[in-house]
């Protein structure tokens, strides 16, 4: 069976430092994967999705990058974090094809101070 | 730009109630329809996946149905009990564009024992 793996479960940063969320999936080859983002009180918004190794696609600019140096690892890093980086980060994954389900994370809860 | 809407945004019942949670989208191009169940401060767990070629699923307590032609999900929870408390996500996956699923701001749902 699948599983996914997201780490750390809450993080507090301060604001400046740098930032690297990691996701890795086990039991299936060339997943799509996802990063979305929760804010208190609104929906889930795509951050960065991939179809392969090295392919990113960033759905909303901002100070956040993803990568994927593996085919089943998924990283979300950044440089100098922001206050309004706070969130629930989550991380997903599907199976190639368009019609199937999306499987989730146990997600980050990251406090920027 | 397909958008999604739940409503209510929350609902408190007595435990024993049968109960529905609306899913609403904008655009019916989709490939398929995913309700999803979230714990305070835990990631997404998958409950129903509706194809778009599909009118209804069911899992135990859970049936879910799908109108497509007028952009309408609704999650149907038998015999609510107090377990069944958390906030309920509907996401859609369209046809247009990249493998990425939008999600509604969900329902939270408290059910009272």
């Known amino acids: 069976s699948q599983t996914i793996h997201q780490w750390p479960a809450t993080l507090v940063q301060p604001v400046g430092s740098p930032l690297s969320l990691e996701c890795t999936v086990e039991?299936?080859?060339?997943?799509?994967l996802y990063w979305y983002r929760q804010a208190a009180g609104r929906g889930l918004q795509l951050l960065f999705y991939?179809?392969?190794?090295?392919?990113i696609s960033s759905e909303v600019p901002q100070n956040l990058s993803a990568s994927r140096p593996q085919d089943r690892q998924f990283i979300l890093s950044s440089k100098k974090l922001l206050l309004s980086d706070s969130g629930f980060y989550l991380c997903?994954?599907?199976?190639?094809?368009?019609?199937?389900?999306?499987?989730f994370g146990q997600g980050t809860r990251l406090t920027v101070v | 730009k397909q958008e999604v809407t739940q409503i209510p945004a929350a609902l408190s019942v007595p435990e024993g109630e049968n109960l529905v949670l609306n899913c609403s989208f904008t655009?019916?191009?989709?490939?398929?329809l995913q309700w999803f169940r979230q714990d305070p401060g835990k990631g997404l767990t998958s409950l129903l996946l509706?194809?778009?070629?599909?009118r209804e699923q069911t899992s135990g307590r859970l049936n879910a149905s799908l109108d497509k032609s007028s952009g309408r999900s609704t999650l149907y929870i038998a015999a609510s009990q107090p377990g069944d408390s958390a906030t309920y996500l509907c996401?859609?996956?369209?046809?247009?564009?990249?493998?990425?699923?939008?999600f509604g701001t969900g329902t939270r749902l408290k059910v009272l024992a």
């Open positions: 997903a994954w599907s199976w190639a094809k368009e019609n199937t389900e999306a499987f």
């Open positions: 039991g299936t080859s060339n997943p799509n």
């Open positions: 991939s179809v392969g190794i090295g392919q």
């Open positions: 655009d019916s191009a989709i490939y398929n």
């Open positions: 509706i194809q778009s070629s599909q």
């Open positions: 996401a859609v996956r369209p046809t247009a564009g990249t493998y990425k699923y939008i």
